[in-house]
């Protein structure tokens, strides 16, 4: 199982920018895929999940209403659209798939590597 994800890079505050997730390895319509994110210094945490097969989502409250999670069943990809970023949202963001939608990271099972986000003010 492999995850991979992309679109990360510098971006402004207030602009937008979409990471996406691409799966591959297996058939991920019984998984949760979700978002975390960790900045220089702290540890990593929740942004955003959703299940595969019942577009279910759940928002870190620090994100909701800017972050919107989507994905393309046909390309076994998911997505973090991420409109009007502030600077606090610079951290590196990672992609998982695990069983349950949950907020805890121990709850995924498979992680891709990270993409770099810098929002600058």
């Known amino acids: 199982v492999q995850l991979q994800a992309s679109g990360g890079g510098l971006v402004q505050a207030g602009g937008s920018l979409r990471l996406s997730c691409a799966g591959s390895?297996?058939?991920?319509?019984?998984?949760?895929m979700g978002w975390f994110r960790q900045a220089p210094g702290k540890e990593r945490e929740f942004v955003s999940a959703?299940?595969?097969?019942?577009?279910?989502?759940t928002y870190a409250d620090s994100v909701k209403g800017r972050f919107t999670i989507s994905r393309d069943n046909a390309k076994n990809t998911v997505f973090l659209q991420m409109n009007s970023p502030k600077p606090e949202d610079t951290a590196v963001y990672y992609c998982?798939?695990?069983?349950?939608?949950?907020?805890?990271?121990?709850?995924?099972?498979?992680w891709g590597r990270g993409t770099q986000v810098t929002v600058s003010s």
């Open positions: 959703m299940r595969w097969n019942s577009a279910s989502t």
């Open positions: 998982a798939a695990g069983p349950l939608i949950l907020t805890s990271e121990e709850s995924y099972d498979y």
């Open positions: 390895g297996r058939t991920f319509s019984n998984y949760v």
